[in-house]
């Protein structure tokens, strides 16, 4: 089957009405011998004009569709005799006809959700049964979705149908069963991972890391590591970057080391746990430096920033996280780069969760720590550090961390790692920063369409959508409901759980249809803990 962007509503435009006709003809002339065949390959419903029809669509494809009407005589009335004596006093019934699902997505979720956005439009219009001439080759399938058989087979020899109806009594006390089956076709074959690292890498990315190990002294090792360097710098507009074995901590480490050799103070900016961070790794190296703190997603003006380092002529850096990974939070580091330079301090930035999410500019930045794992979308197991201006090894500092070494020694200092490289340098070549904006406005407007409430707003970075869950159900059990369900959302994190927040990080190699499939999943999972409240 065909990759997929589905939609589910009631056909309006002339063209899908067209479709409509064409799939009749396939499937109740040329499958189910129920008419007769003709020239135009189309066949209009006798009640054409009274049929309300549902479709799912791919893009612009009628792929599905079924036809629901209330006007009598329904088609059953001329089958049947008598047809009110099997129905309970009380209906007000609809009649359901031309289920159809073109072959190559039958077994899929379409046939699922045209029922249940049927099941939400007949209880919406106040009808309480449903009567349906279901086909001798999926009245278990009925059955199982609450149908009752009623009254004799209709038909011909060729194409015999079961009249049956589903009550709204029925309808409430097979809604969850349902459901759960919903989910279940819904439920992808492999897990779809929202994490913020390990992220999902592309399938070149993948081929790249699987090749067979090299020695990182050899001169094919050398001409990638330096390929990557110039792909990266390039990226981010830095003039230099050394690659080494790690993660954002160690990344981190460097700079703190690099900021040992300043004299003066500086300054650390901290509005969530990662700003924290930075702080706790500047104490650990014994530095002197001042903190501008806020609560966790509390904004820090740049007029704030401004009025510090005027009042605090002594500092000489400042180091911030661009993204706060802990909320999504992006600092403007185009208004924050123009006040240190005007004040002569330089300006490091953990770059750990925007690199290859959002724009940067590293060209006036003192040092930058990314890493390979997350927004470049490869493997983890790469720190990255960006600098401005060519820096020596200083014997005071331990060797691993001393980003001179592997400046001097173009990233080569140490052992490394040529499948991390070789996966890191294809992943390079996919970056799409224009993607990654599109599909979080995608999933920015379905959870609001979902009415839940997310931090921030289209300022925040696309790579980060943070989901404060209600007072009334557990963050823990929202995440192990979707980890149950095939997707993979950040909420185990201390700092997540203590707030009771999940997150949806679009940072790996994603498809829209990955995200349709995530949100059919979300939505039936709203519907469930509403019903429970």
């Not at 589905?6 to 064409?22: G, H, N, R, V």
Request: net charge negative; proline share 4%; glycine share 6%.
């Amino acid at each position: 089957m065909r990759n997929t962007t589905l939609t589910f509503k009631i056909a309006s435009e002339p063209d899908e009405l067209e479709q409509i006709y064409k799939l009749n003809y396939r499937t109740f002339v040329e499958e189910i011998p129920q008419h007769r065949q003709n020239e135009n390959g189309s066949l209009v419903d006798k009640f054409d004009n009274e049929n309300t029809y549902i479709v799912a669509k791919n893009e612009d494809e009628v792929v599905g569709m079924v036809a629901v009407r209330a006007n009598r005589p329904f088609s059953l009335d001329l089958k049947v005799n008598d047809l009110d004596r099997y129905m309970p006093h009380s209906a007000n019934p609809c009649e359901v006809r031309l289920l159809s699902v073109i072959t190559e997505y039958r077994s899929t979720r379409v046939f699922y959700q045209l029922i249940d956005f049927l099941v939400s439009y007949c209880l919406e219009k106040g009808y309480n049964l449903v009567l349906i001439s279901g086909t001798d080759r999926q009245i278990k399938l009925y059955k199982r979705m609450g149908f009752e058989p009623f009254g004799p087979m209709v038909g011909s020899e060729e194409a015999m149908f079961q009249p049956m109806y589903l009550t709204k009594e029925k309808f409430e006390t097979t809604t969850k069963a349902f459901k759960k089956m919903m989910i279940r076709k819904s439920k992808p074959t492999k897990n779809l991972n929202f994490l913020p690292g390990p992220v999902p890498v592309h399938e070149s990315v993948e081929n790249a890391f699987g090749k067979e190990a090299i020695s990182h002294r050899s001169k094919d090792f050398i001409e990638e590591m330096k390929e990557v360097r110039l792909k990266l710098c390039r990226l981010v507009n830095a003039n230099d970057a050394q690659v080494v074995i790690g993660t954002g901590t160690l990344a981190n480490d460097l700079i703190a080391a690099q900021l040992t050799k300043i004299q003066g103070k500086g300054l650390i900016l901290s509005n969530g746990e990662f700003g924290s961070r930075l702080i706790d790794h500047a104490a650990r190296f014994g530095m002197d430096f001042y903190t501008l703190e806020k609560s966790w997603n509390e904004k820090i003006s740049s007029e704030e920033i401004d009025d510090f380092l005027e009042q605090h002529p002594d500092v000489t850096w400042l180091w911030t996280v661009h993204c706060e990974t802990s909320t999504g939070y992006l600092y403007d580091l185009a208004k924050i780069q123009p006040i240190t330079e005007k004040h002569n301090v330089k300006l490091c930035v953990d770059a750990c969760s925007s690199v290859g999410v959002v724009p940067v500019d590293f060209q006036n930045i003192y040092l930058a720590s990314t890493v390979s794992g997350k927004g470049l979308s490869s493997y983890p197991g790469l720190a990255i550090v960006f600098h401005q201006k060519p820096i020596l090894p200083d014997q005071r500092i331990p060797r691993y961390l001393d980003l001179g070494q592997y400046a001097m020694a173009n990233s080569i200092p140490y052992t490394h790692s040529s499948n991390l490289i070789a996966a890191l340098h294809e992943a390079v070549k996919n970056v799409d920063l224009d993607y990654r904006t599109y599909l979080a406005a995608v999933v920015r407007r379905n959870l609001k369409n979902a009415r839940l409430k997310i931090l921030g707003d289209d300022d925040y970075s696309p790579g980060i959508i943070t989901i404060p869950v209600p007072d009334f159900i557990s963050s823990r059990e929202v995440g192990d409901q979707m980890k149950a369900q095939g997707i993979i959302i950040s909420y185990e994190s201390d700092y997540l759980l203590k707030r009771n927040w999940v997150q949806l990080a679009l940072m790996g190699n994603m498809s829209m249809t990955e995200i349709e499939k995530t949100f059919t999943i979300i939505q039936q999972f709203i519907k469930q803990v509403v019903e429970q409240v």
